[in-house]
C-alpha cells in the first residue's frame, strides 16, 4: 500500500510541473502554484460511485496535452 501512495504522490508532484510550466511563464509564479497545490489532500484518491456529468469534469491530460 505504501508503494501505491508514493506513486500517486510522484505522479501528483510530475503533473503540477507539467501543468506550471504549461500555464505560467514566471519561476516564482511556478513555485508558488506547486506549493499551493503539493499537499496530500489534493493526492488522496476516493473511490465512488458518482453521477456526475462528464461534460462538468476537468480532464488534466487534455489540459496538458493540449496546450
Do not use: A, G
Request: a positive charge; zero cysteines.
Amino acid at each position: 500500500m505504501e508503494f501505491l501512495k508514493d506513486l500517486i504522490k510522484i505522479q501528483h508532484q510530475q503533473t503540477l510541473e507539467i501543468l506550471s510550466n504549461k500555464l505560467l511563464t514566471r519561476q516564482e509564479d511556478k513555485d508558488e502554484f506547486i506549493d499551493k497545490f503539493n499537499k496530500p489532500n489534493y493526492q488522496l484518491i476516493k473511490v465512488s460511485n458518482t453521477k456526475m456529468n462528464i461534460r462538468n469534469r476537468v480532464k488534466i491530460d487534455e489540459l496538458i496535452y493540449n496546450l
